[in-house]
């Protein structure tokens, strides 16, 4: 595709970004609203428990700002620190910093309280220090990676001179058993991630966003497709081209060594 065509395809994207901005910061949804309570919605997005502390990042994810006044800890008002502000913003985050003795492999209740009277619940069901993230740490999670997926293809490889001797119905049958088990993963992976978006703040649309997710990923498989398709095409028929080429190219030059024969020919014989 050339510049135009890209030019033409991400104009109506920019176009409509722009509107949405308007929509959301220009006041228009906040003039309709006027005179109705408002709606609060928080969202503890990550909890870390560092000694005698618990910090907490939370999301706004309702249309209206929220004010947190108190916050309390199993059932007590607990002094805490909260930035930037107390007030988090439509679409905005904050960090609850709260010095609290917490007691490992024990579960803790906390619950915030709005301005409004309004309360957010969050519950800790097992109290353990959140791991810091440092190059022991990262190297772990790339040897897990390297044992869970890397790994257990490396060894299935192995089978391949064992399924060339299979008779084909064996073979088929082989071939049905990993089809049931990558359904079977694809369908655990989507309920995960359906699990998780029913937690991420309701302004991100969780659910929409893993729908969309999986229409891009077929996409672009269905792309990749089309394209190796398409370069075992161009290769298909890349010696059919040399050969045509080659003959072609043989066919001129015996025709120009017959015509440069029969003048030299001719040239002899002339008295």
């Known amino acids: 595709m050339n510049r135009q065509t890209w030019l033409w395809f991400l104009l109506p994207l920019a176009l409509l970004a722009l509107l949405s901005l308007v929509v959301v910061k220009g006041g228009t949804l906040s003039r309709l609203a006027r ?3 408002p709606v609060e919605e928080l969202t503890v997005d990550r909890v870390r428990l560092t000694p005698d502390h618990i910090i907490l990042d939370v ?3 309702g249309p209206d700002p929220v ?3 108190q916050v309390m800890v199993d059932e007590a008002f607990w002094t805490h620190t909260m930035t930037p502000g107390r007030t988090v ?3 905005g985050r904050a960090r609850i910093e709260i010095p609290y003795p917490w007691v490992a492999g024990e579960p803790h209740h906390i619950k915030l309280v709005t301005a409004t009277g309004i309360t957010f619940d969050h519950e800790i069901p097992v109290a353990a220090e959140t791991p810091k993230a440092d190059a022991g740490y990262f190297l772990t999670f790339t040897l897990i990676g390297l044992y869970v ?3 257990p293809v490396a060894i299935g490889l192995l089978w391949l001179p064992f399924l ?3 008779d084909r ?3 088929n049958f082989a071939l049905a058993l990993t089809a049931g088990l990558l359904i079977f993963l694809a369908v655990e992976a989507l309920h995960e991630a359906l699990e998780t978006a029913s937690r991420v703040a309701g302004a991100f649309q969780g659910t929409g966003l893993v729908a969309l997710g999986v229409l891009v990923t077929r996409l672009v498989l269905q792309a990749l497709e089309e394209q190796g398709a398409g370069s075992r095409e161009r290769i298909t028929r890349l010696p059919s081209a040399c050969g045509s080429r080659f003959s072609s190219r043989w066919a001129s030059d015996s025709t120009t060594w017959a015509r440069d024969w029969r003048s030299a020919r001719r040239t002899r014989r002339a008295p």
Request: glycine content about 14%; cysteine-free.
């Open 35 to 37: 005179g109705l309570p």
């Open 59 to 61: 999301v706004n994810g």
């Open 67 to 69: 004010t947190v006044a």
């Open 89 to 91: 913003a439509r679409l």
């Open 149 to 151: 997926g890397v790994l």
């Open 164 to 166: 060339k001797r299979l």
């Open 169 to 171: 119905r064996w073979v």
